[in-house]
T-cell receptor, first 109, second 115 residues
Framework: RKEVEQDPGPFNVPEGATVAFNCTYSNSASQSFFWYRQDCRKEPKLLMSVYSSGNEDGRFTAQLNRASQYISLLIRDSKLSDSATYLC??????????FGAGTRLTVKP | DTGVSQNPRHKITKRGQNVTFRCDPISEHNRLYWYRQTLGQGPEFLTYFQNEAQLEKSRLLSDRFSAERPKGSFSTLEIQRTEQGDSAMYLCASILYGTVNTEAFFGQGTRLTVV
């Protein structure tokens, strides 16, 4: 079983739609959680950290469920520019980062 | 530009040849990671350094792979006797470990093609 698993996607949604991605992790000792965004042929970049109480950044909401070992990312009012691959990242106590395979999102006009 | 620099950006090599990649992290960052990414997959962890110490190596890192960070600044990743299966994007990332903000900054990667 992979350490970090994500919805395989791809997700194809119209502009303005709400879309949600889930990610599960296997190591219960995982400490920090992030969502990274990767555009085609570009390097990953931090989208947002995920806090225990859940957090929101504009149209993006991230949630963490430690008991069930999953995190989620909700994107409201999708824009064309949201088209990208979204990577779930989990770190352990020594901060080594493990990435999921990514979920590809395409937002269409 | 994130401040993490990787060279070369592209490398085409014949099977069996050795290749070396370089990563220059953000100067004050003490942690440096190497990842490998193939099409349709997320970055796979290879190894990481805390300053000059290599703290962990993935089992993906066979004996043909070696990484160094001799002075705790830049790092090199060498692949000996390359195989076609080594073709991938090799990404380097750095963070300032020990602070609240542990955002990882990635370089643009080195794309290796083994023919």
């Amino acid at each position: 079983r992979k350490e970090v698993e994500q919805d395989p996607g791809p997700f194809n949604v119209p502009e303005g739609a709400t879309v949600a991605f889930n990610c599960t992790y296997s190591n219960s000792a995982s400490q920090s959680f992030f969502w990274y965004r990767q555009d085609c042929r570009k390097e990953p970049k931090l989208l947002m950290s995920v806090y225990s109480s859940g957090n929101e950044d504009g149209r993006f909401t991230a949630q963490l469920n430690r008991a069930s070992q999953y995190i989620s990312l909700l994107i409201r009012d999708s824009k064309l520019s949201d088209s990208a691959t979204y990577l779930c990242v989990v770190t352990h106590n020594n901060n080594d980062m493990r990435f999921g395979a990514g979920t590809r999102l395409t937002v269409k006009p | 530009d994130t401040g993490v620099s990787q060279n070369p950006r592209h490398k085409i090599t014949k099977r069996g040849q050795n290749v070396t990649f370089r990563c220059d992290p953000i100067s004050e960052h003490n942690r440096l990671y190497w990842y490998r990414q193939t099409l349709g997959q997320g970055p796979e962890f290879l190894t990481y350094f805390q300053n000059e110490a290599q703290l962990e190596k993935s089992r993906l890192l066979s004996d043909r792979f070696s990484a160094e960070r001799p002075k705790g600044s830049f790092s090199t990743l060498e692949i000996q006797r390359t195989e076609q299966g080594d073709s991938a994007m090799y990404l380097c990332a750095s963070i300032l470990y020990g602070t609240v903000n542990t955002e990882a900054f990635f370089g643009q990667g080195t794309r290796l093609t083994v023919v």
